[in-house]
């Protein structure tokens, strides 16, 4: 059995995912992207009714924690889930 004394970055790895994921908004941004597929931030704003730069401060936290990545267009951003574990996550949460 695994433990943390045994390999802390393990655990301290999958503790930040969940802090990550603990905001509201975020959790509807990935919920969401699982969904609907590769969205941009105008899509995302349509969804959520808040201003686009609270929506980028968002993107930018999941970015950074390897839960999302984005693929440039042109002038657009198009966002997707790429951490197979938060996919897990995200489907264990809101299935029925």
Do not use: W
Not at 31 to 40: A, H, P
Not at 41 to 63: D, F, G, Y
């Amino acid at each position: 059995m695994l433990t943390y004394k045994d390999n802390p970055v393990y655990f301290e790895e999958k503790a930040d995912i969940l802090k990550v994921l603990s905001h509201p908004v975020r959790l509807c941004i990935v919920k969401g992207l699982m969904e609907n597929g590769e969205s941009n931030v105008m899509s995302m704003q349509n969804c959520l009714s808040i201003p686009q730069s609270t929506i980028s401060q968002h993107l930018s936290a999941l970015r950074n924690k390897g839960i999302i990545r984005g693929r440039r267009e042109g002038l657009e951003v198009f966002y997707s889930v790429q951490n197979l574990l938060v996919k897990k996550l995200i489907h264990l949460m809101f299935s029925e």
